[in-house]
């Protein structure tokens, strides 16, 4: 899919995509990559003291990075998951 498609596409799509394509390929770096970025989105999604207890619940993050792609969480991790379905394209 070209790039410009991607930005039309909804959050849970996108997360679905890229979190997908990750764990097919293995790509254990974009997963990581997302769980770092994850307790940050979720600050800036209005869910502060969710962004505190993941930072000190690893186990948390990993839900979270099942479920990153709904609602505010998912529109605040858009950019991430665009970024790197680029870099994919046959995601």
Not at 31 to 42: G, Y
């Amino acid at each position: 899919m070209e790039a410009n498609g991607l930005e039309s596409l909804p959050a849970d799509e996108l997360h679905d995509r890229a979190v997908r394509y990750a764990v097919r390929h293995g790509d254990l770096g974009f997963l990581w990559d997302l769980l770092k970025v994850i307790p940050a989105a979720e600050a800036a999604s209005g869910h502060g003291a969710e962004a505190a207890h993941d930072l000190s619940r690893v186990s948390a993050l990993l839900s979270d990075a099942i479920a990153s792609g709904e609602g505010q969480l998912g529109e605040a991790l858009r950019p991430i998951y665009i970024e790197y379905l680029r870099k994919h394209p046959d995601a």
